[in-house]
Protein backbone atom coordinates (compact mmCIF):
# COMPACT_ATOMS: atom_id res chain seq x y z
CA UNK A 1 0.00 0.00 0.00
CA UNK A 2 1.21 3.31 -1.22
CA UNK A 3 1.68 5.72 1.89
CA UNK A 4 0.59 9.41 1.35
CA UNK A 5 2.36 12.63 0.84
CA UNK A 6 2.83 14.80 3.76
CA UNK A 7 3.54 18.51 2.94
CA UNK A 8 5.39 20.29 5.80
CA UNK A 9 5.21 24.30 6.57
CA UNK A 10 8.03 25.96 8.19
CA UNK A 11 7.58 29.27 10.55
CA UNK A 12 8.60 32.70 10.11
CA UNK A 13 12.11 33.40 9.23
CA UNK A 14 12.62 29.71 8.82
CA UNK A 15 12.95 27.74 5.59
CA UNK A 16 11.93 24.31 4.23
CA UNK A 17 15.36 23.06 5.21
CA UNK A 18 14.61 23.24 9.00
CA UNK A 19 11.67 20.43 9.00
CA UNK A 20 13.66 18.34 7.00
CA UNK A 21 15.10 16.61 10.27
CA UNK A 22 11.02 15.73 11.44
CA UNK A 23 10.18 15.39 7.67
CA UNK A 24 13.38 12.25 7.40
CA UNK A 25 11.00 10.47 10.47
CA UNK A 26 8.34 10.23 8.01
CA UNK A 27 10.59 9.25 4.93
CA UNK A 28 11.70 6.38 6.76
CA UNK A 29 8.16 5.54 7.17
CA UNK A 30 7.43 5.08 3.99
CA UNK A 31 5.36 8.70 3.22
CA UNK A 32 6.43 11.18 0.18
CA UNK A 33 7.50 14.40 1.94
CA UNK A 34 7.87 17.83 0.46
CA UNK A 35 9.50 20.90 2.51
CA UNK A 36 8.93 23.67 0.32
CA UNK A 37 10.04 27.53 1.05
CA UNK A 38 7.32 30.66 1.23
CA UNK A 39 8.15 32.66 -0.77
CA UNK A 40 10.44 35.11 0.69
CA UNK A 41 12.49 32.80 2.51
CA UNK A 42 15.15 29.95 2.44
CA UNK A 43 15.95 30.26 -1.42
CA UNK A 44 12.68 31.24 -2.85
CA UNK A 45 12.27 34.85 -4.14
CA UNK A 46 10.71 37.40 -1.81
CA UNK A 47 7.34 38.65 -3.41
CA UNK A 48 7.24 41.98 -5.93
CA UNK A 49 4.54 43.66 -3.08
CA UNK A 50 3.62 42.96 0.56
CA UNK A 51 1.53 39.23 0.92
CA UNK A 52 -1.14 38.59 3.28
CA UNK A 53 -2.01 35.35 4.61
CA UNK A 54 -4.43 34.85 1.19
CA UNK A 55 -1.68 35.07 -0.33
CA UNK A 56 0.50 32.55 0.72
CA UNK A 57 -3.00 30.25 0.40
CA UNK A 58 -3.05 30.79 -2.94
CA UNK A 59 0.65 29.80 -3.12
CA UNK A 60 0.17 27.09 -1.71
CA UNK A 61 -2.62 25.80 -4.02
CA UNK A 62 -0.72 26.78 -6.92
CA UNK A 63 2.22 24.42 -5.25
CA UNK A 64 0.24 21.34 -5.06
CA UNK A 65 -1.58 22.02 -8.26
CA UNK A 66 2.06 21.97 -10.07
CA UNK A 67 2.94 18.61 -8.36
CA UNK A 68 -0.02 17.33 -8.99
CA UNK A 69 -1.16 16.65 -5.54
CA UNK A 70 -4.09 16.47 -3.60
CA UNK A 71 -5.58 14.74 -0.61
CA UNK A 72 -2.20 15.53 1.26
CA UNK A 73 -1.54 15.77 4.98
CA UNK A 74 -0.54 19.25 5.80
CA UNK A 75 1.93 19.29 9.29
CA UNK A 76 2.77 23.08 10.20
CA UNK A 77 4.95 24.97 12.37
CA UNK A 78 4.11 28.12 13.42
CA UNK A 79 3.73 30.60 10.65
CA UNK A 80 2.91 27.82 8.70
CA UNK A 81 -0.27 26.95 10.61
CA UNK A 82 -1.38 30.24 9.70
CA UNK A 83 -1.29 29.63 6.34
CA UNK A 84 -3.25 25.87 6.84
CA UNK A 85 -5.98 27.58 8.65
CA UNK A 86 -7.21 29.37 5.93
CA UNK A 87 -6.55 26.85 3.57
CA UNK A 88 -7.74 24.52 4.96
CA UNK A 89 -11.37 26.76 4.93
CA UNK A 90 -11.04 27.33 1.41
CA UNK A 91 -9.36 24.48 -0.08
CA UNK A 92 -10.81 21.76 2.35
CA UNK A 93 -10.86 19.02 -1.26
CA UNK A 94 -6.76 18.96 -0.96
CA UNK A 95 -6.48 17.82 2.68
CA UNK A 96 -6.69 14.81 4.79
CA UNK A 97 -5.57 15.38 7.89
CA UNK A 98 -4.31 18.54 9.40
CA UNK A 99 -1.20 19.11 11.97
CA UNK A 100 -0.48 22.28 13.32
CA UNK A 101 2.70 22.99 15.71
CA UNK A 102 2.64 26.28 18.01
CA UNK A 103 0.36 27.96 15.33
CA UNK A 104 -0.54 31.27 16.49
CA UNK A 105 -4.52 31.68 15.06
CA UNK A 106 -5.92 33.06 17.96
CA UNK A 107 -5.49 36.88 19.79
CA UNK A 108 -4.06 35.64 23.29
CA UNK A 109 -5.01 37.97 26.26
CA UNK A 110 -1.60 40.48 27.10
CA UNK A 111 0.29 39.66 30.01
CA UNK A 112 2.14 42.34 31.35
CA UNK A 113 5.32 40.45 29.59
CA UNK A 114 3.85 40.20 26.36
CA UNK A 115 2.00 44.17 27.30
CA UNK A 116 6.16 45.48 27.36
CA UNK A 117 7.00 43.61 24.36
CA UNK A 118 4.51 45.43 22.15
CA UNK A 119 5.69 48.15 24.53
CA UNK A 120 9.62 47.68 22.86
CA UNK A 121 7.68 47.71 19.48
CA UNK A 122 6.23 50.46 19.30
CA UNK A 123 9.61 52.03 20.52
CA UNK A 124 11.73 50.75 17.56
CA UNK A 125 9.20 51.89 15.24
CA UNK A 126 9.96 54.96 16.24
CA UNK A 127 13.62 54.21 16.98
CA UNK A 128 13.36 53.35 13.24
CA UNK A 129 11.86 56.86 11.84
CA UNK A 130 15.22 58.63 13.69
CA UNK A 131 14.13 59.41 16.77
CA UNK A 132 16.67 60.69 19.59
CA UNK A 133 15.22 58.32 22.00
CA UNK A 134 18.64 57.57 23.69
CA UNK A 135 19.21 61.25 24.70
CA UNK A 136 16.11 60.64 27.65
CA UNK A 137 15.78 56.80 28.09
CA UNK A 138 18.41 55.43 30.53
CA UNK A 139 21.39 53.50 29.34
CA UNK A 140 20.43 50.54 30.92
CA UNK A 141 17.17 50.44 29.52
CA UNK A 142 18.02 51.34 26.40
CA UNK A 143 20.48 48.08 25.88
CA UNK A 144 17.39 45.92 27.30
CA UNK A 145 15.24 47.36 24.69
CA UNK A 146 18.44 47.17 21.99
CA UNK A 147 18.24 43.21 22.49
CA UNK A 148 14.99 42.70 22.63
CA UNK A 149 14.64 44.34 18.95
CA UNK A 150 17.46 42.01 17.96
CA UNK A 151 15.56 38.95 18.89
CA UNK A 152 12.46 39.97 16.84
CA UNK A 153 11.14 38.87 13.11
CA UNK A 154 10.12 42.40 12.74
CA UNK A 155 13.44 44.24 12.91
CA UNK A 156 15.15 41.14 11.19
CA UNK A 157 13.31 41.76 7.81
CA UNK A 158 13.40 44.50 5.73
CA UNK A 159 11.07 46.04 2.76
CA UNK A 160 8.60 44.23 1.35
CA UNK A 161 8.78 41.01 3.99
CA UNK A 162 8.73 43.74 6.78
CA UNK A 163 5.37 44.90 5.80
CA UNK A 164 4.51 41.31 4.66
CA UNK A 165 4.65 40.46 8.61
CA UNK A 166 2.75 43.37 9.80
CA UNK A 167 -0.18 42.42 7.43
CA UNK A 168 -0.55 38.51 8.32
CA UNK A 169 0.05 38.94 12.25
CA UNK A 170 -2.58 41.69 12.34
CA UNK A 171 -5.07 38.93 10.52
CA UNK A 172 -7.61 37.81 13.03
CA UNK A 173 -8.03 34.14 12.08
CA UNK A 174 -10.48 33.34 15.12
CA UNK A 175 -13.30 33.14 12.74
CA UNK A 176 -12.46 30.56 10.25
CA UNK A 177 -11.30 28.33 13.29
CA UNK A 178 -14.72 26.78 13.69
CA UNK A 179 -15.17 26.46 9.77
CA UNK A 180 -12.21 23.83 9.65
CA UNK A 181 -13.48 20.43 8.94
CA UNK A 182 -10.44 18.48 8.47
CA UNK A 183 -9.51 16.13 11.10
CA UNK A 184 -7.11 17.88 13.50
CA UNK A 185 -4.00 17.47 15.60
CA UNK A 186 -2.66 20.35 17.44
CA UNK A 187 0.91 19.79 19.02
CA UNK A 188 2.59 22.36 22.02
CA UNK A 189 5.52 22.77 23.92
CA UNK A 190 3.72 22.83 27.37
CA UNK A 191 6.26 26.28 28.07
CA UNK A 192 5.87 27.60 24.31
CA UNK A 193 7.21 31.35 24.62
CA UNK A 194 6.23 32.82 21.31
CA UNK A 195 2.46 31.21 21.15
CA UNK A 196 1.48 30.12 24.43
CA UNK A 197 -0.36 26.85 25.55
CA UNK A 198 -3.38 29.32 26.11
CA UNK A 199 -3.55 29.58 22.57
CA UNK A 200 -3.62 25.89 21.63
CA UNK A 201 -6.06 25.13 24.31
CA UNK A 202 -8.26 28.02 22.73
CA UNK A 203 -8.00 26.93 19.16
CA UNK A 204 -8.64 23.25 20.39
CA UNK A 205 -12.21 23.96 21.44
CA UNK A 206 -12.55 26.43 18.70
CA UNK A 207 -11.92 23.76 16.00
CA UNK A 208 -14.40 20.79 16.30
CA UNK A 209 -13.62 17.73 16.91
CA UNK A 210 -9.53 18.60 17.32
CA UNK A 211 -7.27 16.49 20.09
CA UNK A 212 -4.73 18.55 21.38
CA UNK A 213 -1.04 17.33 22.53
CA UNK A 214 0.97 18.87 24.59
CA UNK A 215 4.73 18.42 24.85
CA UNK A 216 6.29 18.46 28.57
CA UNK A 217 8.86 21.16 29.21
CA UNK A 218 9.21 22.18 25.49
CA UNK A 219 9.22 25.76 23.79
CA UNK A 220 8.30 26.39 20.47
CA UNK A 221 10.62 25.09 18.49
CA UNK A 222 9.18 21.28 19.27
CA UNK A 223 9.78 20.23 15.30
CA UNK A 224 13.35 20.74 15.73
CA UNK A 225 14.14 19.66 19.60
CA UNK A 226 11.54 17.01 20.37
CA UNK A 227 11.35 15.95 16.72
CA UNK A 228 10.76 12.25 17.60
CA UNK A 229 8.28 12.56 20.08
CA UNK A 230 6.56 15.31 17.83
CA UNK A 231 6.43 12.61 14.91
CA UNK A 232 5.22 10.11 17.25
CA UNK A 233 2.37 11.88 18.26
CA UNK A 234 1.59 12.45 14.42
CA UNK A 235 1.86 8.97 13.63
CA UNK A 236 -0.78 7.83 16.12
CA UNK A 237 -3.07 10.57 14.61
CA UNK A 238 -2.49 9.33 11.04
CA UNK A 239 -3.44 5.96 11.89
CA UNK A 240 -6.50 6.57 13.59
Same mark, same amino acid.
Given at each position: ? +????? %? &???????? $???? /??????? *??????????? &?? $?? $?????? /??? !??????????? /???????? @????? =???? &? $??? =?????? =??????????????????????? !??? !?????? %? *? #???? !????? +?????????? *????? *??? @?????????????? +??????????????????????? =??????? &???????????????? +? /?????????????????????????? #????
Amino acid at each position: M +TKQTI %I &FLHGWGKS $GETM /QPLASLF *REKGYATYTPD &FP $GF $GGAEPP /QKP !WRVDDYVEWLK /QYLDEKKL @SRIIL =VTQS &F $GGR =VAIKFA =VRYPQYLEKLIMMGAPGMKEKLS !WKR !WLLKLI %I *R #FGKW !WLKGA +TWELWVPWIL *RKYIE *RKL @SQLDYFRVQGVMRA +TLTNVVNEDLHPYLKKITTPTLL =VWGEHDE &FVPLSIGRAMQKAIPG +T /QLVVIPNAKHGIYRTHSAEVAQHIFA #FLLK
